[in-house]
């Protein structure tokens, strides 16, 4: 898989808010198909790098490419490419399940025969027929959740970034969306995880630590907690954090 052709890469990446440097000097590269974990404590600088490359917001300096495409002039291009899912599941509590799907599938401009059938089909795969018509704010967290990654799916990305999509769900639920995960990376499709959960990065092929704005750390799990000479990953962040 290593081998495979590299769909993120990032050089020199610098992020200044006036005289804070939430981004110091980033340099990393994601492989297609591989699943990779952007790991470290809040306020670490993830989220702001991650929205960076998803094209949210502007470098201060620094070459990132996605999906082919360069960041400063091709933003619109790797929007099209890519999947997002924020911590706050990006779905609309006042929508019915199949109007979300709905809506989405409208935004990432899917033909309206192609809603309709994909509708269906994921209504059936992720069992939810039967709450097809209830409100979002009605139905289960993991729910939420298994919908919230399918609809960031929805248009066939080929990179889905998530930010902190498990915060606050139970381990049972969270245990389930990896399993969500892992089917999406067996298709192909790379992912781009940020998370505070340590055990999360064991189910990574790669990972990379922040620090305070700054890569520490980027390896395999495995790699890491030999290097560290550590018992698990949890272990490897409390020696790096010191």
């Known amino acids: 898989m290593m081998q495979e052709k590299k769909v993120i890469k990032v050089r020199n ?14 340099n990393f590269e994601v492989h297609k198909g591989e699943i990779f974990g952007f790991l470290g404590a809040n306020g670490a600088g ?3 790098a991650m929205k960076i490359i998803c ?4 470098p201060s300096s620094g070459e990132v490419e996605v999906a082919g495409y360069d960041l ?11 999947g997002y899912m924020s911590q706050k599941f990006s779905l609309y509590e006042d929508l019915t399940v199949q109007e979300n799907i709905r809506l989405y599938g409208g935004i990432y401009g899917l033909s309206k025969k192609e809603i309709a059938q994909r509708t269906k089909e994921l209504l059936q795969k992720l069992e939810l027929k039967a709450a097809a018509d209830k409100l979002i704010s ?4 993991g729910w939420k959740q298994k919908l919230a990654f399918s609809v960031a799916v929805f248009h066939n990305p080929g990179i889905v970034f998530l930010d902190e999509p498990t915060g606050g769900v139970d381990p049972i ?24 959960y340590m055990d999360e990065a064991e189910y990574c092929d790669r990972i990379s630590i922040m620090v305070d704005g700054k890569i520490v750390a980027l390896d395999t799990p495995q790699a890491l ?3 560290y000479k ?13």
Not at 74 to 79: H, L, R
């Open 230 to 242: 550590a018992k698990d990953m949890d272990e490897v962040f409390l020696k790096i954090a010191r």
């Open 72 to 82: 400063y002039t091709q933003t619109e291009e790797i929007k099209k490419s890519i």
């Open 225 to 227: 907690i030999e290097q």
């Open 55 to 58: 094209g949210l917001l502007k």
């Open 173 to 196: 639920t969270r245990r389930q969306f990896w399993n969500l995960i892992y089917e999406a990376a067996n298709n192909g499709v790379t992912i781009f995880v940020t998370t505070h």
């Open 13 to 26: 990446l610098v992020k200044r808010f006036g005289s804070f440097v939430a981004n110091d000097n980033l």
């Open 46 to 48: 993830k989220t702001t």
């Open 138 to 141: 009605e139905i289960p967290l």
